[in-house]
């Protein structure tokens, strides 16, 4: 019944049209629809659902804010900072200006590899050998064809820089790139390794105050959500230094946001810290 009244309705709307004949065009393109429509009605119409939300793209171009450096900018794109100073022609210590244009796109997946140093050919002259005589090695030299010590590989000693109960841990996948540290608000924070501080400041964004340490070409750390810093950029500092003054975060808990990176990437601190029994 409901289709026959339609059906009959639109007809109607079908005389109604043809007597005007300058839009009688327009008149069957609209019958036509509505007839659709009509056979529509019938049946339960089922749109498609489509997710329209599109990735939100990095800027393939940063222009340096100010109280940005060059650890910042790598930090917040999770790149190691000399891949994008070779990407920019940044020579150390690696500054950066205000308003300066800085080129981000296609190093995500880059790493920095130290140029190996082209091999020297030494000639030798031959020379005449001496009857009755043996060429033995020197004895204080014993040992000296093993590798020398690679500082860079050595095991670090790190410390922990609070002394809380860990709240949240390392997840990667939810976005989790450290640790937090529960405490009291104002509870002293300490540098875990020896470095040089390479940001201090608020401008890195869901960090609040925070610290970044650089400890040697591979690894750096952070500490975020200070209430108060005790250390400026350029500071040289050694493990166990008093360097800030634990604060609260947006949940309303004093807490420590503890990260390690290496290379850029963000590694589980607790693979590096020392064991703590309760954790």
């Not at 939100?56 to 940005?68: H, L, N």
């Not at 880059?110 to 030798?124: E, F, R, W």
């Not at 209430?227 to 360097?243: F, H, Q, S, W, Y």
């Amino acid at each position: 019944m409901g289709n026959g009244r339609l059906v009959g309705r639109y007809l109607f709307c079908c005389d109604c049209l043809m007597e005007t004949g300058s839009h009688s065009r327009y008149g069957w393109v609209l019958i036509l629809g509505c007839l659709l429509g009509a056979h529509g009605c019938s049946t339960p119409a089922r749109v498609p659902i489509a997710d329209l939300t599109t990735e939100a793209s990095r800027p393939s171009v940063r222009t340096v804010q100010p109280g940005e450096t060059l650890y910042v900018l790598a930090w917040e794109e999770g790149i190691d900072y000399r891949v994008i100073a070779r990407a920019n022609g940044l020579k150390p210590p690696y500054r950066v200006v205000p308003g300066q244009r800085i080129r981000m796109s296609n190093l995500r997946d880059q790493t920095y590899s130290v140029p190996l140093p082209k091999k020297v050919i030494i000639s030798t002259v031959p020379t005449k050998s001496v009857k009755g005589t043996r060429l033995n090695s020197d004895k204080g030299t014993k040992g000296s064809n093993a590798p020398p010590i690679n500082r860079e590989t050595t095991q670090r000693k790190w410390l922990w820089p609070a002394q809380g109960k860990v709240l949240r841990s390392f997840t990667a996948r939810d976005g989790s790139n450290g640790i937090e540290i529960g405490g009291k608000e104002g509870a002293l924070i300490r540098a875990s390794a020896n470095g040089k501080v390479v940001y201090a400041g608020s401008g890195l964004r869901g960090y609040g105050n925070l610290l970044i340490l650089k400890h040697d070409n591979h690894f750096l750390s952070a500490y975020a959500h200070n209430r108060r810093l005790l250390v400026k950029e350029n500071d040289t500092i050694p493990a166990g230094m008093e360097i800030a003054e634990m604060g609260m975060k947006d949940t309303g808990r004093a807490r420590l946001h503890f990260e390690i990176r290496k290379n850029g990437k963000p590694v589980n601190p607790l693979n590096y810290l020392p064991v703590r029994t309760g954790d």
